[in-house]
């Protein structure tokens, strides 16, 4: 028996996806350069450049399974990691009434998409993914809800569709509301809550909040958690749905799991950070490499997209995210002006 050439178990997996793992990396070290220097939304950037680099993903390219490693693991990581901003102490301070707000407006909105979705020609999948993006945060819940849904030959399509569609009208909202804001004539809690409840992705809900006030931002963002805590309920009930009710014509190994790993680990840290057990440095460490596992996966996501097939998704398909963020903003007003 000879240990020569040996490899501990692991190393060949390693070795087999690491490239292609560095590309995204470097993708989305590359894009959060270009955000801090021009001022250009990361994710959309990420996203751009993955574009460009499809030909990394190609059938026997030595990145293409480390590209198709971190589109599906880092993701999952990052919703996961996301569980250790959230804390029941959001629901306190925010009260009763206005999460309330807040919790209607993101139902009703995946509902909307649903009923919608048919006159769009969509089927019900498409209307999960665009609905929850829209009504949760953005990038982030189009990754995490991607995982739970059915694979198909679209799959990846639709979910760079989704992540691009929703950051490009999150970058729009954000210089449009708070105009919308002072036109009418909101005080700065209710801005908050305007701001907080309707923008889709995190970063444009501060940049728009406190532009307005400090005040202002501190609520949008407060709200705009509260609506990323509802990441893995959603998550977990789409699955649920997904399993039971036989919409997936697909061997039982192809279904989607039970219980998600990465709505537990959001669970479980979004638990002991409500009972005060994670240090609030560790929280924002946390956060941040949140959004880095999410960053890097988004990349990872655009290079394993043809951009040739994007343009196969059809005017429909942007109408429906449009009404889907029109549907949010308006329940938000009316919610907010009836509250008032």
Known sequence: MTFEGWRPPGVHAFRAVFPGFAVSVLTAATAQFLSEHYGAPAMLMALLLGLALNFLSEDGTRTAKG???????VLRIGVALLGA?????????LGGVAVALVVAGVILTILAALAVSRFAGRDWSFALLT????AICGASAAMAISAVLPRHEKSERDLVFTVLSVTVLSTVAM?????????????AHDSGLFLGGTIHDVAQVVGAGFSVSPETGEIATLVKLIRVSMLAPVVLVFA???????????QPKDRPPLMPLFVIGFLVLAGLNSIGMIPQVFADWVGSLSRWALLIAVAAVGIKTSLARMVEVGASAIGLVVFETVFLGIFIVVGLHYLS
Do not use: K
Request: net charge neutral.
């Open 175 to 187: 210089v449009i509301y708070p105009m919308l804001a002072g036109f009418f004539a909101f005080d």
């Open 67 to 73: 590209v198709d490693f971190t589109a599906r693991s």
């Open 131 to 134: 609905g929850g993006s829209v």
């Open 85 to 93: 901003r959230i804390s029941v102490d959001l629901l306190v301070q």
């Open 240 to 250: 649920l749905v997904i399993r039971q009710s036989g919409l997936v014509a697909a």
